[in-house]
Every structure is written in structure tokens, then in C-alpha cells.
């Protein structure tokens, strides 16, 4: 085994495109500290594109939902026990689960049993719903990296070592995005009206959401005809936006993007989106946006049961209050979501105002140079 001060064996799973992203950028500290580090396990391209060796694809864990879960169970399961058993044969110095806990606690619980160092990336939501996974964390986790500053302390009364290192977003996200540089980017004009449509990255958001959302649009666009509606999809994902896209009568309306979400975050107007990390994004890019989930009625009865919160959008739980709106399961039908579109269009300028204000808020106690703490904090883990 290299000794510590040299360049470790670090392995990870990121799960999905947000999880690619942030692993992504914990990548770029760490090999900012050891230049020749070496990256191994589950992850996407923001993460290949650091040097990273997936033995697996991101894509083959984004699946949301009990349901959904269900049905891909023994494949999902076969990778985590192939995973398991490659990294005890290795021995990496570390594992770092990039949230993802449904598949990366139970993995990480076994490698810490057998030796190995673990690492959590991103307090898993206790706060939020389902408490009782703090005991999972607890058995997991030699330390977690917490993206919220209320975190640590919660954590602390379990007994989990943790660290704030703020969010990675607020420092990849300009503070004052520049909106016509995104227009030019995308084709757009400065003087036009733009929703932004994010009906999610994973195929289950896809098949439930994508449809509301278009159908929803072609209900804006029969009020305000010039409006234009832009769609940033994940590149496996496109020719199904495309088919959907079609089927709902906008086929000709929509601008199909090869991912760009961020550039579509920041060119539009409003965002009608899939809750989730994105709208998080949306907040940072100090968007008014309407959340909006719709899942297998199973998962959503169960998942309901073990909410804490009122909300269900990073926004708003992060604010304490609704202040954009929320239309979730059977409320989330293309007519409420398109008046509740429309309504952000037909907004007071002191309204917009104030949303700015709040997001621009928020921004500022989320930015950390992300990185650097989280590579100081894995440190002090492997010399531990």
C-alpha cells in the first residue's frame, strides 16, 4: 500500500448526472493535491474527463423510485457485489460514495467493516425524509462531506464526524450569470421570451414527466404564441424527448439541447422543472421556476409517508418557505403547471426582484471553494 503523503487509490460511485458533476469537481482538488492520483469505480463523463476509470457507466444506477428500484433491483445488486468484490481485492486507501445511498451506504458499511476508509458525499436528506437512515450513515461513513451548513451539526449529535465544504454549485454558478451570452450561445434573441423545460435525467423521470411538460408548453404557447421553449436533454436521452416531443404536437416548438443545461438555466425567463438537484442549479442561476414531480403512484405513497418536510424543492427547503410553487403527483397536470408558468411570465418586476434577492442570498451561504475543503478534509481521513 503507498504511503499517504503519496498519490492514493481512490475509488468512487457517482450515480447520476448531479453525482458525475460533483464527483467531477471533488476530482479537480484532488488531483490538484496529488497530480497522479488514481480514480477507479462508477462514474460519468464529467468524471472521464478528469482521468477517471469507470469500470461502470453513471447510467447504470439513475433509477428514482421504490417501483423503479424494484424492477432493476438484480442488476443494480450484481454491480454492487461485483464492485464490492473488486475493491477488497484491490484495496484502494479510500472510497468516496458520491450520494447515490441506496447503492453506496450498504457498499460503504462493507468496505469500512473490512478496513477500508470511507467517505460519504452529501449528507443523505435526514433532515428532509426517512431520519432512520442516519443509523445506515453511522455504520457507513468514517466522515461526510455536508454541501448545507446546517448539517454538521445535526450529525454531530450522532456521533458522525462531518465537515460543511458548502456546495460546488454555488462556485461553478456565476453569481450574476450572464443571460445574453447564453441567448447567443443557444440561437436565442436578447428581446425573447424563453421557458426552459427540465423534465429530469434519468429514463423514469423522462416517462413521467417529459409529456406533462410538453403538453404544458403547447398550452403556453397558445397564449403567447412568440414564446420560445428550450429543452436541455442527457444525450442517451434525446431521441425519447424527441418521440414525446412529437407526440404532444411541439415537435417544430421545442429546441432539443445536447445537455447545456446550464447555458438553458441561464437564457430563460422561467423553468418548469423535474425537483431534484437542477432546481437548485435554477436557484443559483436566480431563475423563477415551477417544481414539479410526478412518479409511480407506489413510490409516491411511500415516499410520502416518510416525509418530514412541507417541501420537496431544494429551494424552498433551503428558504423555509414556498417561494416558488410546487405541483407534485396528481396536481402536476399540464394545465396547473402551464398557469403556473404563465403566472412567473405575467409577475411584477418587484416580485422577480425579490426572488433574485432571496436566490442571490442563498448563493452566497452556499459558496465555499468546495474543492479545497472537501481534498483537506479526505486528507486528514487517510492520515488518520
Given at each position: 500500500m503507498p504511503a499517504h503523503d503519496a498519490a492514493p487509490q481512490i475509488a468512487m460511485v457517482a450515480g447520476e448526472t448531479s453525482g458525475d458533476?460533483?464527483?467531477?469537481?471533488?476530482?479537480?482538488?484532488?488531483?490538484?493535491r496529488w497530480p497522479s492520483l488514481c480514480g477507479v469505480g462508477i462514474g460519468g463523463p464529467?468524471?472521464?474527463?478528469?482521468?477517471?476509470?469507470?469500470?461502470?457507466?453513471?447510467?447504470a444506477l439513475a433509477v428514482r423510485g421504490y417501483v423503479e428500484v424494484l424492477r432493476h433491483y438484480r442488476g443494480i445488486l450484481r454491480i454492487r457485489n461485483d464492485l464490492k468484490a473488486r475493491l477488497l481485492r484491490e484495496r484502494p486507501q479510500m472510497f468516496v460514495g458520491i450520494d447515490a445511498p441506496d447503492f453506496n451506504l450498504d457498499l460503504e458499511a462493507a468496505l469500512k467493516a473490512r478496513g477500508i476508509k470511507t467517505v460519504h458525499f452529501v449528507c443523505p436528506s435526514i433532515w428532509a425524509w426517512r431520519a432512520d437512515r442516519v443509523h445506515k450513515l453511522q455504520r457507513s461513513a468514517d466522515h461526510v462531506l455536508c454541501i448545507f451548513p446546517f448539517e454538521p451539526a445535526l450529525l454531530a449529535?450522532?456521533?458522525?464526524?462531518?465537515t460543511y465544504v458548502g456546495h460546488p454549485l454555488a462556485s461553478v454558478i456565476p453569481m450574476q450569470p450572464d443571460r445574453q451570452a447564453a441567448r447567443s450561445r443557444l440561437g436565442l434573441d436578447p428581446d425573447d421570451k424563453v421557458v426552459a423545460l427540465l423534465p429530469g435525467s434519468r429514463a423514469s423521470e423522462i416517462h413521467y414527466l417529459a409529456l406533462r411538460f410538453f403538453d404544458a408548453a403547447a398550452l403556453i404557447a397558445k397564449e403567447q404564441p412568440a414564446i420560445k421553449f428550450i429543452v436541455p436533454a442527457v444525450p442517451a436521452l434525446k431521441a425519447r424527448l424527441q418521440q414525446l416531443a412529437h407526440a404532444s404536437g411541439m415537435g417544430d416548438r421545442l429546441q432539443i439541447l445536447p445537455g447545456q443545461s446550464h447555458a438553458a438555466l441561464a437564457a430563460c425567463d422561467v423553468t418548469l422543472i423535474a425537483s431534484g438537484?437542477?432546481?437548485?442549479?435554477?436557484?443559483?442561476?436566480?431563475?423563477?421556476?415551477?417544481?414539479?414531480?410526478?412518479?409511480?403512484?407506489?413510490?409516491?405513497?411511500i415516499m410520502r409517508r416518510k416525509q418530514l418536510q412541507p417541501w420537496i424543492g431544494l429551494p424552498n427547503i433551503l428558504c423555509r418557505d414556498f417561494v416558488v410553487?410546487?405541483?407534485?403527483?396528481?396536481?402536476?397536470?399540464?394545465?396547473?403547471?402551464?398557469?403556473?408558468?404563465?403566472?412567473?411570465?405575467?409577475?411584477?418586476p418587484e416580485k422577480m426582484a425579490a426572488l433574485e434577492q432571496r436566490f442571490t442570498m442563498l448563493h452566497t451561504e452556499l459558496q465555499r471553494n468546495t474543492a479545497a475543503m472537501a481534498t483537506d478534509a479526505i486528507q486528514q481521513v487517510l492520515q488518520g
Open positions: 458533476l460533483l464527483a467531477g469537481l471533488l476530482l479537480d482538488g484532488l488531483r490538484e464529467d468524471m472521464a474527463k478528469r482521468g477517471f476509470e469507470a469500470w461502470w457507466p453513471s447510467e449529535g450522532h456521533g458522525i464526524a462531518a438537484t437542477a432546481t437548485l442549479e435554477a436557484a443559483l442561476f436566480k431563475r423563477p421556476m415551477v417544481i414539479a414531480y410526478n412518479m409511480n403512484w407506489m413510490s409516491w405513497h410553487p410546487e405541483l407534485l403527483q396528481g396536481a402536476a397536470t399540464p394545465r396547473a403547471l402551464a398557469d403556473a408558468v404563465l403566472q412567473w411570465l405575467r409577475a411584477a
